[in-house]
């Protein structure tokens, strides 16, 4: 089947991860990959469930792919987490899919495709052998990400990823080192999961630390970036690795939720505020100059005003390098959808602009402290819009956090500059190499 492939993949970068073994799958059947997707014969649209929103998202992904046909478009394959768990009301109703494959059916793609052009619709869910299928990486050459573990056993209350993806699985560390090796040369390597400190719990100990480690001795990978590290797991053995260990970058993504001690109960979350407080002092004490981001979520079932302004105040006194604020959504088949005290759209966005502009003051502070210094800066690439190389310090993750934009004579993407950082806004900076005379100005 020497066809041409084209991919749109949504939702996080686990699911990214999911969509790159969808493509090593492709390159190993000796078929073409394009991004220009009106030349594509197959069209994969990797999907995204974790919330209505998302799931909207990819139903008008799909109609709008199949705008295609009568062109180049032959076949439309629908992946990832929306079939994974909603096969039986997706399959008769988006005609437009014509093969379905869950998030461990990559084995299926071809088999699948192949009973399509034969004239079936085809469902593949669950029908994959599971295995770990070598990667096509999508981003660009100098950081990737390694996903560490499937699927999540915490159950928070209002979140739908252990109906999706089931429970927590870790893959065997001799895997993943190997991923990693086979990786290339990487400056920033990303570790990711639903919950990556929970990694090897499953198996009966944890081993999150003695994975970086073994990655950490992997002369191809340069630096470590530790996402989704739930603060209940965030221990002693944890905190002393990120402080001695030059290879992980000293950035630490802790998920809270919310600071509001019966929020967090009825969430399903563990810690209060007292405690996630002491462990944010404990971070900056034994780390100096870390970098910490977490996500908050607002309009909870029954969440007081009170509770809310808390939560503000909270943001204020932990004073954290980035924050990302989500309105609370509603989604049935979890426990919250069920919580009496839904709280209006309009209420839930005005307490997320009033978050939003509490980490504004936060952000703006921190990130003026470097105006007038010298920094590294790892090289993205070229902004053709502001006409000037983009990139990124250790406290910006790629995709969630800001970037750093500067003027230089030359830069080479994946390689380190120092920058001077001529001035700084909410959530981005703004300098220039000391060989350029140009500098950003208001």
Known sequence: MQKIFGMISLGCDKNRVDGERLLGEIASHGCTITNDLSQAQILIVNTCAFLNAARKEAIETVLEGNRYRGGALEKIVVAGCLPQHFISELFPALTEGDVFLGINDVSELFPALERAYAGERVDAVGKGDGTLRSRLVSTAPHYKYLKIAEGCSNHCTYCLIPKIRGKYTSYPIETLVEEARSLGRTEELILVAQDTSRYGEDK?????????????????????RLLYCYPERVTEELIREIADNPKVLKYLDIPLQHSEDRI?????????????????????????????????????????????????????????????????SREEDTPAYRMAGQIPARVKNRRRRELYAAQEGVSREFL????????????????????????????????????????????????????????????????????NIHEFTE
């Open 368 to 435: 003026g402290g470097f105006v007038g210094t010298r920094i590294p800066v790892l090289c993205d690439g070229i902004d053709f819009k502001r006409n000037c190389f983009v990139g990124r310090t250790y406290f910006q993750a790629p995709e969630i956090d800001g970037v750093t934009y500067f003027h230089a004579p030359q830069a080479e993407e994946g390689k380190i500059c120092t920058v001077l950082i001529d001035r700084a806004d909410t959530y981005d900076l703004y300098g220039h190499t000391e060989e």
């Open 204 to 224: 009966g100990e944890n081993n999150f630390v003695k994975l970086i480690k073994k990655i950490s001795e992997l002369d191809n990978i340069c630096h470590i």
């Open 264 to 328: 967090l109960k009825l969430m399903g979350r563990q810690g209060s505020r007292a405690e996630y407080l002491a462990l944010v002092r404990r971070l900056k004490e034994r780390i100096p100059g870390i970098a910490l981001r977490t996500t908050f979520m607002t309009g909870f079932p029954s969440e007081t005003e009170e509770e809310h302004a808390a939560l503000v105040s909270f943001v204020r006194e932990a004073n954290l390098t980035n924050a990302g604020f989500f309105a609370y």
